[in-house]
């Protein structure tokens, strides 16, 4: 029989590629977004993949309990997918209710409806590894202790919680999964490793002349969307619901990172890089490097895109825009 899913935060970088993936096995794809005026910019991602004609898109909000029930009594998923969040790490310091209600709060409102109307789906929590924070193991699995150095984090980590929580209270099949960080394409301009990709990009194209950035020694374990979504949907394939890192193991400074970056369109980084103070967050998480053991014993997952090929695609990719835009 076709299994329909619901994934909140369908326009989304994630959100889209976890669209695309789960069309190709035979799925109903219904995502979930918020009502906008600008639905032609939200749905970019999904046009950018091809997609956007594949899928329902479904208006609502993870504030509004009773619109996420109604949802669900209309939609009917077997699997719902929750991506939704005000994600941007920086933004959550200038709008940490926000955060708190959307990203953390928003997740038992799902829940919630969940339990109510259809207890036999399977939930998927994107959970993050910036719950870790100021880390206290030098490898993070599931068992280390988070310890949240944002906003944005202290919500995310609440979201995991309740989904534990859900879980053990009501019987749920509710799986949480520890994303390190992931990127492609499709990534937000706000986020440093496209920001990074774009700027090079328009530097190679004589738009723009320099990089600002801020702290650019933390080091993160960089991994791309279409491998992560790919963990995503395997969580919900398992008899049992469970909780998994998904990771690369392998961590690298932003500064290397956009070495890759620079190095690839033939320029020096040192010539255009700017150092800027006002770019450092209040309190930065300086390193985070994933264990994904567990998810390759259990789940027969591992990453198979590296760094280095992920930078290059997504620099290509801010050239060709930058050229169309152009013409």
Not at 215 to 225: L, M, Q, V, Y
Not at 239 to 245: A, H, I, M
Request: net charge neutral.
């Amino acid at each position: 029989m076709t299994r329909t899913a619901l994934i909140t935060g369908i326009t989304g970088q994630d959100g889209a590629y976890l669209a695309q993936l789960l069309l190709s096995k035979g799925y109903r794809v219904h995502g979930l977004a918020r009502r906008s005026s600008t639905a032609d910019v939200n749905t970019m991602r999904l046009k950018w993949l091809g997609i956007e004609n594949d899928v329902r898109i479904v208006d609502g909000n993870l504030t509004d309990l009773s619109g996420l029930s109604r949802t669900m009594r209309d939609v009917r998923p077997d699997e719902v997918y929750n991506l939704a969040a005000q994600s941007f790490v920086r933004s959550s310091w200038q709008q940490p209710i926000l955060t708190g209600n959307v990203t953390g709060i928003g997740v038992t409102n799902v829940l919630e409806a969940l339990r109510l109307e259809i207890p036999e789906a399977r939930f998927y929590q994107a959970s993050s590894s910036e719950m870790y924070g100021l880390i206290q193991e030098p490898v993070q699995s599931e068992t280390t202790p988070f310890h949240p150095r944002s906003p944005y984090a202290v919500a995310k980590v609440y979201g995991h919680w309740i989904t534990v929580n859900y879980r053990e209270s009501f019987g749920l099949h509710a799986s949480s999964g520890i994303l390190f960080n992931h990127e492609s394409p499709l990534r937000g301009i706000e986020f440093v490793t496209r920001k990074v990709t774009d700027a090079v990009a328009r530097i190679k194209k004589g738009l723009a002349r320099e990089l600002r950035l801020g702290n650019i020694d933390a080091k993160r374990d960089w991994g791309h969307s279409r491998d992560y979504v790919r963990a995503m949907w395997l969580m919900l394939q398992q008899d049992q619901p469970d909780d998994y890192v998904v990771a690369t193991g392998r961590t690298t400074t932003v500064r290397d990172m956009c070495r890759i970056a620079f190095e690839h369109v033939g320029l020096e980084m040192d010539d255009h890089l700017v150092i800027d103070p006002d770019l450092f967050r209040p309190a930065e998480v300086e390193i985070l490097r994933g264990n994904p053991a567990k998810a390759k014993a259990k789940l027969g997952w591992e990453a198979t895109i590296s760094l280095e090929e992920m930078i290059r695609e997504m620099v290509d990719a801010d050239l060709a825009r930058h050229s169309t835009a152009r013409r």
